[in-house]
């Protein structure tokens, strides 16, 4: 069993940075594709982001493409996504998430975070 605990999220002026990390407890955090999710206020959970099992390969929804970078180290047993260039619309609560399979859909992840908010002023 894995648990996730997302860090990380807070209110930021559009155009500018923040950095989410999602802690994981478990031997075997290195055996799962780790993906980052959100939720947008009356809008369904859409994917963002994950990054297979050694770090390498990754791949990213096209609203994200070329702003957000997700990394983990297996050593911290942590995930990362490193989010440029927010746009209010990436307002949402960010969740991250854990399958055993690389490229799955959503309801392939077993293990999911609490979430953090993200906040884009205009």
């Known amino acids: 069993q894995v648990q996730l605990v997302e860090s990380g999220g807070g209110l930021v002026q559009a155009g500018g940075s923040l950095r989410l990390s999602c802690a994981a407890s478990g031997r075997t955090f290195s055996a799962y594709t780790m993906g980052w999710f959100r939720q947008a206020p009356g809008k369904e959970r859409e994917f963002v982001a994950a990054?297979?099992?050694?770090?390498?390969?990754?791949y990213y929804a096209d609203s994200v493409k070329g702003r957000f970078t997700i990394s983990r180290d297996n050593a911290k047993i942590t995930v990362y996504l490193q989010m440029n260039s927010l746009k209010p619309e990436d307002t949402a609560v960010y969740y991250c998430?854990?399958?055993?399979?690389?490229?799955?859909?959503?309801?392939?992840?077993?293990?999911w975070g609490q979430g953090t908010q993200v906040t884009v002023s205009s």
């Open positions: 990054v297979s099992r050694s770090g390498d390969p990754t």
């Open positions: 998430a854990a399958a055993m399979l690389w490229r799955v859909r959503e309801n392939d992840y077993t293990y």
